[in-house]
């Protein structure tokens, strides 16, 4: 009996059939999974588990993060019609991606939530799936790089930032400021193999960290940019990228909580990131996207696509051993 695809196309975040190929959603209806990928909260046979986290409890200027994951997922519809540019295949083709759905908690509670988010990307994890979270403000990243400690030990970090996110820290803080000179200090990064990348703040300590800030950025150019992240990273451990939306200039990125001028161009920083692939990469997530100062989705877009090509990165390894 020959199956009409009439009859299971649309809504495939819910009657997608498997985790590889894809169906047909149009760009303009249909549930919002990230990319359409189908929602479950079982990541058997997964490579890449897409993780909403909607917390923006720690954030130091404007709130609105929590709507970032939402906003994203609008953002990536269009994405989803098309084989990836400039990959030129379709990643679902060899990455099996799930949209896990978004990390509950009780925001009444805020303590607890670093908690929550540690447990629940460990518990993925432990399935050997990966992940790809959309955040939420930039302090999920911490919670988030405990649970990869914990499977991986030292994680090296390519960090995509307006800041640095090493002020002073206690120990205690919840802020979305501080917490990676917390992750320094505990051992949870290697600062001498990460690198942060667009950075337009100034801190007197940089814990370290190999700073390509966003002048040197614009006066050395990207392929250098490019050279610079795979030499310090290098290709021989497990790497982390996170993606503060607010790396980007607030021309290409305005709907974030702590805009500062000067910052990279959306075609700079798709170009950077296209380049990452030799990265023995582990996880992942892009975070800030605060819809509510955004103007025609464009931070929204730009956000969607800065994580689809990271799970493009993924897809390309795995094409590329299938036709070794």
């Known amino acids: 009996m020959t199956i009409d695809r009439k009859d299971i196309e649309g809504d495939q ?27 479950s909260r079982d990541v058997t046979g997964a490579d890449i588990a897409v993780v909403g986290v909607p917390f923006d409890l720690a954030t130091t200027n404007r ?16 994405l989803s019609s098309l084989n990836a540019f400039p990959f030129g295949f379709d990643p679902f083709d060899y990455l099996g991606v ?23 990307i460990s518990g993925i994890l432990s399935q ?25 030990g030292p994680i090296r970090l390519v960090h995509f930032d307006a800041h640095c996110d090493t002020w002073p820290d206690d120990g205690t ?21 990460s690198v942060q990348v667009g950075l337009r703040t100034w801190n007197d300590d940089d814990y370290g960290f190999t700073e390509l800030n966003a002048p040197w950025v614009h006066k050395n150019g990207v392929q250098a940019t490019i050279d610079k992240i795979l030499e310090v990273v ?3 451990g497990p790497a982390y ?63 969607a696509t800065i994580a689809h090509d990271w799970l493009c990165l993924m897809a390309e390894k795995k094409r590329g051993a299938k036709n070794a």
Not at 173 to 193: C, L, N, Q, W
Not at 242 to 264: E, H, K, N, R, W
Not at 277 to 291: C, F, L, S
């Open 128 to 152: 050997g799936a990966k992940t790809l979270c959309l955040g939420g403000d930039h302090f999920i990243t911490y919670p988030i790089l405990k649970a990869y400690y914990e499977k991986y």
């Open 98 to 120: 799930v949209d896990w759905g978004d990390i509950y908690f009780d925001w009444g509670h805020g303590a607890a939530v670093p908690g929550i988010i540690t447990k629940e």
């Open 241 to 303: 990228m996170t993606f503060d939306i607010d790396c980007l200039d607030p021309a290409f990125a305005p709907g974030t909580g702590t805009p500062v001028s000067g910052g990279l161009s959306s075609a700079q920083a798709l170009e950077i990131v296209r380049a990452l692939g030799p990265i023995d990469w582990v996880g992942a997530d892009v975070v800030e996207v605060a819809p509510a100062y955004d103007h025609g989705e464009i931070t929204a877009l730009a956000a």
């Open 63 to 78: 709130s609105g993060a929590r709507l970032g994951p939402r906003a994203m997922r609008a953002g990536s519809a269009e």
């Open 13 to 39: 975040a819910f009657r997608g059939e498997g985790l590889l190929g894809r169906g047909h959603d149009n760009t303009f209806s249909g549930a919002l999974s990230f990319l359409r990928r189908k929602y």
């Open 173 to 193: 803080r919840m802020d979305h400021g501080s917490m990676f000179a917390r992750a320094a200090t505990e051992g949870i990064v290697i600062p001498e193999k």
């Open 234 to 236: 290098g290709t021989d």
